[in-house]
């Protein structure tokens, strides 16, 4: 659970999307992305509250239900959208992660075409998921051991060039204020890099939908989330902080920042090596789109919110049709990424870093209205507490609203805002179809009986 965890915010993001934070807010995006990952924190602070408290496999689908237990309507609305939401980003992550992964290994086979790369990618890890829990799990530990080994290395070399411990090498630091100084575009970036900073966060909650199928679900969320906390900060803030004093914010290296990191100490062959470690971090976002976007489509079913079609499971209790839909959305988003990648699939590429921020303040809300109830219903359930309750989490909300509303005010990030809201409206309008179906439903098939903590 715990290199699950770790290994579901390790991602491509960081390998090569910090680059282009970097490039747009200079050395001072070490605070872009500590902004973030401290909001990120907080978030999985209230997971493992509320995992630790109620394991259950739909996560926070249920939490967002049960948190309006005594306002129904409002429960199922803010359980419809929490879970398909979470669905819609991941799905569209599969998508990403197979065009990103297919164009990684063009880099050893250049001559290989795009789309059967893709295809390969899409049809390997579909195989993986449907074969058994387990062998999701061993493909990403061994996935999540590659990359988090990856970065702890690269943490204690880059630490040493820096701190003058390497041969040739001494202390140097310069890099953090020259070429412009540590904001030379001032401090609105830093909050641009912020919010674009988001997405590449977004992950490490998998495991409290993943920690539902192990043996003891309260003890490895409880283990997980805590190594979360713990190594995040370390792993983005440090690492981007050693990438800024090594290569200078404004050079054209700074596109591929690891690489460029890597050949300013001096290590040979670093373009195949970190393009084999950004490969292996795209399979296991890949990996993990399927894994969580099928368990969610699979909660979904459970309370009428998605077609009870795709709830059959396999003797390895493996949801096989929820993988499958999501699967062929991914087909779909990718034959999109080559028919139509300025309309469609940038429609889907803009949407879904704003959808995730939406799913993480209905989080926030969830746990800000679950702890309330807990503390007078089942106190003893509280083994795992949000910190200074409720003060961090009306600050973690009010972090994320602001970066919402930022958006509206940076060029760069309108377009994926109004799309994110977009997208937004759409759930929302089949809410509104799915409320007019259950018109017709018989009234047992819509009871829905309110979780009794004193019971579980």
């Known amino acids: 659970m715990t290199m699950i965890a770790l290994g579901g915010v390790i991602g491509a993001g960081l390998f090569v999307g910090s680059g282009v934070v970097i490039k747009a807010t200079g050395p001072a995006a070490i605070l872009s992305f500590l902004i973030t990952g401290l909001l990120v924190v907080l978030v999985m602070r209230m997971l493992g509250e509320m995992a630790v408290a109620l394991p259950t496999g739909g996560s926070f689908y249920e939490y967002a239900r049960e948190a309006w237990h005594d306002r129904p309507a409002v429960g199922e609305l803010a359980g419809f959208l929490t879970g398909w939401m979470y669905w819609y980003f991941w799905v569209i992550v599969v998508a990403l992660e197979a065009v990103a992964g297919a164009n990684l290994v063009r880099y050893w086979l250049p001559d290989m ?89 977004f992950g490490a909650e998998i495991v409290t939908i993943a920690a539902a199928e ?24 440090g690492s981007v902080l050693l990438v800024v004093c090594l290569v200078p914010w404004s050079s054209p290296g700074i596109a591929t920042p690891y690489v460029s990191a890597l050949n300013a100490m001096g290590i040979p062959a670093a373009a195949q090596i970190m393009n084999a470690v950004v490969l292996t971090a795209v399979l296991s976002a890949l990996n993990s789109g399927l894994y969580a976007s099928s368990r969610m489509l699979f909660a979904l079913t459970k309370r009428g919110d998605a077609p009870k079609s ?10 096989v049709r929820a993988i499958l839909f999501a699967t062929l959305f991914g087909y779909a988003a990718v034959v999109m990424s080559y028919i139509s990648p300025d309309k469609v699939f940038a429609f889907l590429v803009d949407s879904y870093g704003t959808v995730a921020i939406f799913v993480y303040i209905l ?42 509303v930022a958006m509206a005010f940076i060029p760069d990030q309108r377009s994926p805002l109004l799309l994110g809201v977009a997208s937004l409206g759409i759930l929302l309008l089949g809410y509104v179809v799915r409320q007019i179906f259950r018109k017709g439903a018989p009234a047992a098939a819509l009871a829905e009986p309110s979780t009794d903590y004193t019971k579980l």
């Open 363 to 404: 989080i926030a809300i969830s746990q800000l209205r679950l702890r309330a109830r807990l503390e007078r219903e089942a106190p003893e359930r509280l083994r795992v507490k949000m910190w200074a309750y409720p003060y961090l989490t009306y600050l973690a909300i009010a972090g994320m609203i602001g970066i919402v």
């Open 113 to 201: 075409p795009t789309w059967i790369i893709s295809l390969t990618l899409l049809v390997t890890l579909t195989l993986t998921n449907l074969i058994s829990v387990k062998s999701f799990g061993e493909f990403e530990f061994w996935f999540s051991s590659i990359k988090v080994g990856a970065i702890v290395v690269f943490l204690f070399l880059a630490s040493l060039y820096v701190l003058g411990m390497w041969p040739g090498a001494s202390l140097n630091v310069s890099n953090l204020t020259a070429h412009g100084g540590f904001a030379p575009h001032g401090w609105v970036p830093v909050l641009t890099g912020a919010v674009a900073a988001t997405g590449f966060y």
């Open 310 to 319: 795709l709830a059959k499971l396999t003797r390895n209790g493996v949801p």
């Open 214 to 237: 192990t043996a003891e679900p309260q003890k490895a969320i409880a283990k997980a989330t805590n190594s979360v906390i713990t190594r995040v900060l370390v792993f983005y803030v």
